[in-house]
């Protein structure tokens, strides 16, 4: 049987706070049904790992939803086992406010992040940036150009761990206001796009991704204002998440 004719089970994660989660799992979903042979369970949160690592695939966007620090292995053995893991936007996010109304990245989930590649710490107010493709030879950005960001994404600053192999990045767009983490180098690279391998799989992060509508930022507001609608409403993205979508099937 051809490879494109058989069943290929994924595990989708899409839930957390201060995005517009309806709009990214339907979003996905369409992406997904692109793809005859792909078959897709939807979860909120990490909770049932042993049926989400029973995927060939797995695909996350979510924040603060986080597995227990006792999950990650389980985590870590799907991937060492040759399989991939796609990750959009606020997946390596873990926040809290701290006395003085910031936000910071509280303790306790490191080894997570350490298998992530990267946690994120900050990003600057939503304004255009520039994305800068910075390794072609890939199957995600193989003929891509460099493209601006205009629809209200977030440029994230971030940490990283391990070796990652940056397929796009941008520069420092100011001082993260409203982060306890404030201050990053002028100029300094920031990856939007990498792969990390781990043994026999993989995992691509995607910083890209934020969308906020109206009643998103609950409880800390019944109502905002302003809708973000982030680079969904980009031909670029598209063509990334469409691409990073075949990428898993490339395990």
Not at 9 to 19: E, F, I, K
Request: include cysteine; glycine fraction near 8%; proline fraction near 6%.
């Amino acid at each position: 049987m051809p490879e494109n004719k058989k069943k290929k089970n994924v595990s989708l994660v899409v839930g957390g706070d201060y995005h517009d989660i309806d709009y990214v799992r339907h979003k996905l979903l369409g992406f997904l049904l692109e793809t005859p042979n792909l078959r897709t369970r939807c979860f909120e949160n990490f909770n049932d790992m042993d049926n989400i690592c029973q995927a060939d695939y797995l695909i996350t966007y979510t924040c603060n939803v986080v597995p227990r620090p006792e999950q990650v292995p389980q985590l870590r053995n799907f991937l060492t086992s040759g399989k991939r893991w796609l990750a959009l936007h606020g997946t390596n996010s873990w926040l809290a406010l701290d006395k003085n109304k910031q936000w910071y990245t509280p303790p306790g989930h490191e080894k997570y992040f350490e298998l992530l590649g990267s946690q994120f710490a900050a990003h600057p107010p939503i304004e255009p940036y520039v994305v800068k493709i910075s390794d072609n030879n890939h199957l995600v950005t193989e003929g891509c150009d460099d493209f601006e960001v205009e629809g209200g994404d977030e440029l994230y600053y971030m940490h990283m761990f391990g070796e990652v192999r940056v397929l796009m990045e941008a520069v420092t767009q100011g001082i993260a206001r409203g982060f306890a983490e404030r201050e990053w180098e002028p100029g300094m690279s920031h990856p939007v796009l990498y792969e990390k391998k781990i043994e026999d799989g993989a995992i691509l992060y995607c910083t890209l991704g934020h969308r906020r509508g109206h009643w998103d930022m609950e409880p800390l507001m019944d109502y905002y204002k302003k809708e973000e609608l982030g680079a969904w409403e980009l031909p670029d993205f598209d063509i990334i998440t469409r691409r990073s979508i075949q990428w898993l099937q490339k395990a």
